[in-house]
């Protein structure tokens, strides 16, 4: 586990203190946080510029989605999945407010934008050193992408092999496929180009982000978002219950803040 050769697009610190395994393979540099026998794989998101948001040509496109170049200075460590049960349960012991328990390594849903922050408060606190976020929505779309400009970061469609949706809605002209009806174990299916596991599909996945219509970051550079006061938030990735258009890398949706669905869950950010 030795440390890489550094340049500019290195984190600043590697490992950092909370890490008890590290290194580098095919997609990039990693650490794991182990916590109480439960592990979470983070994966380094180098610093870049992407251009945010869909063509006008994209099936399946909303006004919404807006393109925008938006350039990252600094690059962040993103959770490989979305937070499973097994984690919350650290956290919360006997409290798992899923629907679907049939697995520990099953998401963690059916919580609001409040619940993530306050498990990721009470992580925060218990963790000595750790210091994690909900990623923005910008942070969440460049790391989706992976530096793809398709619908999708394995390409122009998607299927029920690739991706857990309705497949009794697929996308464009797609032949109908299967539609599971639930959750399914994170790294079920094969991760992105940077190691990313479920960014299409399984659950919405909360950003930090105020809902706006019309995004825009001052400056196209990006910078921590203070925490959501009032009105909507932010949700990406689509879900096991959505047509595989929301599932799409650009699209955006917004939901109150205090909702409780069986299709929303999040994953964990943590600043390079």
């Not at 606190?125 to 969440?140: D, M, N, Q, V, Y």
């Not at 970051?217 to 879900?239: E, F, H, K, T, W």
């Amino acid at each position: 586990m030795s440390s890489p050769h550094r340049n500019h697009l290195s984190p600043p610190m590697f490992p950092l203190a909370w890490a008890s395994e590290w290194g580098e393979d095919g997609y990039g540099l990693w650490q794991t946080l182990i916590f109480n026998d439960v592990r979470q794989v983070f994966r380094w998101i180098e610093p870049g510029t992407f251009l945010m948001g869909s063509p006008e040509t994209e099936t399946g496109r909303y006004h919404y989605e807006s393109r925008q170049r938006v350039d990252f200075e600094s690059g962040f460590w993103l959770a490989d999945t979305a937070v499973t049960q097994a984690l919350w349960l650290q956290i919360y012991p006997g409290d798992n407010p899923s629907r679907h328990q049939e697995h520990p390594d099953f998401p963690v849903h059916r919580v609001s934008w409040d619940d993530a922050q306050a498990f990721i408060a009470q992580l925060n606190e218990t963790i000595p050193g750790f210091h994690s976020r909900l990623p923005s929505e910008a942070e969440w779309e460049y790391a989706c992408r992976s530096g793809s400009d398709t619908p999708f970061n394995f390409g122009e469609t998607i299927d029920s092999q690739q991706a857990n949706f309705n497949g009794n809605y697929p996308y464009a002209n797609a032949p109908k496929c299967e539609f599971r009806g639930k959750p399914v174990p994170v790294k079920s299916f094969p991760a992105n180009a940077w190691g990313l596991y479920e960014m299409h599909g399984n659950i919405w996945e909360w950003c930090q982000d105020e809902w706006k219509e019309h995004f825009f970051v001052a400056n196209s550079i990006m910078s921590p978002l203070p925490l959501l006061q009032a009105g909507d938030a932010v949700a990406r990735g689509g879900s096991w219950d959505a047509d595989a258009t929301f599932a799409r890398s650009a699209y955006r949706y917004h939901f109150d803040k205090s909702q409780r669905s069986e299709f929303f869950g999040f994953r964990l950010l943590v600043d390079g």
